[in-house]
């Protein structure tokens, strides 16, 4: 059994960063995708980015592109999301997830195991 843990968020204002961590406690890390999600008060759960722990291939959403960073750290098995120049759209519940075979999706369908969330608010 697959178990997540997020970390790292908190208050922020507009146009500051934080970083989010996801602690990973599979024993096969390679055979995993890791990808982080958000959910917004009254919205759907929306993907954020994604990446392989095999190959380190990533993919981002467009609202994510150019100010959000995904990287992990295979030794450590943690995932961890950069997020920079963060503004109020931003605020959120933001879910690390895991799927089982590797390949990166964009789609909440896919991923099988998801941590409880941690909440990111950025004000003005």
């Known amino acids: 059994q697959v178990q997540l843990v997020e970390s790292g968020g908190g208050l922020v204002q507009s146009g500051g960063s934080l970083r989010l961590s996801c602690a990973h406690s599979?024993?096969?890390?390679?055979?995993?995708?890791m990808a982080w999600f958000r959910q917004a008060p009254g919205k759907e759960r929306e993907f954020v980015t994604a990446?392989?722990?095999?190959?380190?291939?990533?993919i981002y959403a467009d609202s994510a592109k150019g100010r959000f960073t995904i990287s992990r750290d295979n030794p450590k098995k943690m995932v961890y999301l950069q997020m920079d120049s963060l503004n109020p759209e931003d605020t959120a519940v933001y879910f690390c997830?895991?799927?089982?075979?590797?390949?990166?999706?964009?789609?909440?369908?896919?991923?099988?195991?998801w941590g409880q969330g941690i909440q990111v608010t950025v004000i003005v």
């Open positions: 997830a895991a799927r089982d075979g590797g390949q990166v999706s964009a789609s909440i369908n896919d991923y099988d195991y």
């Open positions: 599979g024993q096969s890390i390679s055979d995993y995708a």
């Open positions: 990446i392989s722990w095999r190959d380190g291939t990533s």
